[in-house]
């Protein structure tokens, strides 16, 4: 048995897009869309590896940059939502690996695929727009917790601990921890710049600071590098163009415009293309690839 934090970040805005998405909503949306769009362009100019190096430098002057862990690749996640006219699609550029999942498949004469369902795409399902207005962090909240936690985090999380019998529970997501957490005040989950603040200041109390005031660390692993290098010619075998079209499923064209910019190093794609390499691996795995 296990107990992890799962939900913690959900429940009291422990995300960047919580703690900054809102903000920047409210100064995008009175922008220009021609403006936007160029600035996206600036943003991208720089490789996420560039632009890593340049807030070190930074860092020396304004020691509060040194809290964003990989902030090239948030401004060019940031670039590509800029383009966003509504809330809603601004809360998904931010969200996505692809800007248009639909891109990826090859479409076929009467065919009606079609995107899943998800909670971005159920307006009626939302909280009450006085409670929870659209571009919120309270909004983004709410997403998250009815789509990322269930269907990404809370699925990986069950797969690996039962994989090697091992029962995990998420304290955070007891009913009654959530039920609180939705009747705090947005003052009391993003303040100061910072997230998680309730919670903050609850552990302040009782573990010293320094071991818990740092930079959010996630649990990610060195793909770009590695599809660059000891996993190119694997991936590459995988996404060629020629097999796709005999597999029939994934448009080999975006595939491949993600693939070239990969690694050309100007732009970090590992998270659009690491499903696509995962889905074909399954396709021969099982014997179904062409």
């Known amino acids: 048995m296990c107990l992890s934090g799962d939900g913690g970040d959900e429940l009291f805005a422990g995300y960047n897009r919580h703690v900054y998405g809102p903000a920047l909503w409210?100064?995008?949306v009175d922008v220009p869309l021609g403006l936007r769009?160029?600035?996206?362009?600036?943003?991208t100019s720089l490789s996420p590896r560039a632009w890593d190096r340049a807030f070190a430098v930074l860092a020396a002057v304004l020691p509060t940059l040194a809290r964003q862990r990989t902030p090239g690749e948030k401004l060019h996640k940031l670039a590509q939502a800029m383009g966003a006219r509504i809330a809603p699609t601004f809360y998904a550029g931010l969200v996505s690996a692809w800007p248009n999942p639909?891109?990826?498949l090859i479409k076929t004469e009467g065919s009606s695929i079609s995107e899943p369902t998800w909670a971005l795409r159920q307006p009626g399902s939302w909280p009450d727009a006085g409670f929870c207005p659209q571009g919120s962090s309270a909004w983004m909240q709410y997403l998250d917790t009815a789509w990322y936690l269930p269907e990404d985090i809370l699925t990986k999380v069950d797969r690996a601990t039962m994989s090697v019998s091992l029962e995990s529970r998420a304290p955070y997501l007891d009913h009654r921890v959530l039920e609180l957490a939705?009747?705090?005040p947005e003052s009391m989950r993003v303040r100061g710049g910072r997230g998680k603040w309730a919670l903050r200041a609850l552990l302040g109390r009782y573990v010293p600071q320094p071991l818990?005031?740092?930079p959010k660390t996630g649990?990610?692993?060195p793909l770009d590098d590695w599809l660059r290098g000891p996993l190119k010619d694997w991936a590459a075998g995988l996404i060629d163009p020629i097999r796709l079209r005999r597999e029939g499923y994934l448009?080999?064209?975006?595939?491949?415009?993600?693939w070239t910019e990969h690694q050309s190093g100007r732009f970090n794609r590992q998270y659009r293309l690491w499903p696509v390499l995962l889905f074909t691996s399954w396709l021969e795995t099982y014997g179904i690839s062409g």
């Open 182 to 184: 939705w009747r705090l």
């Open 251 to 258: 448009d080999p064209t975006p595939v491949g415009r993600a």
């Open 37 to 43: 769009q160029m600035a996206a362009t600036v943003l």
């Open 26 to 28: 409210a100064k995008l």
């Open 212 to 214: 818990w005031d740092r």
């Open 102 to 104: 639909m891109d990826l």
């Open 219 to 221: 649990f990610g692993v």
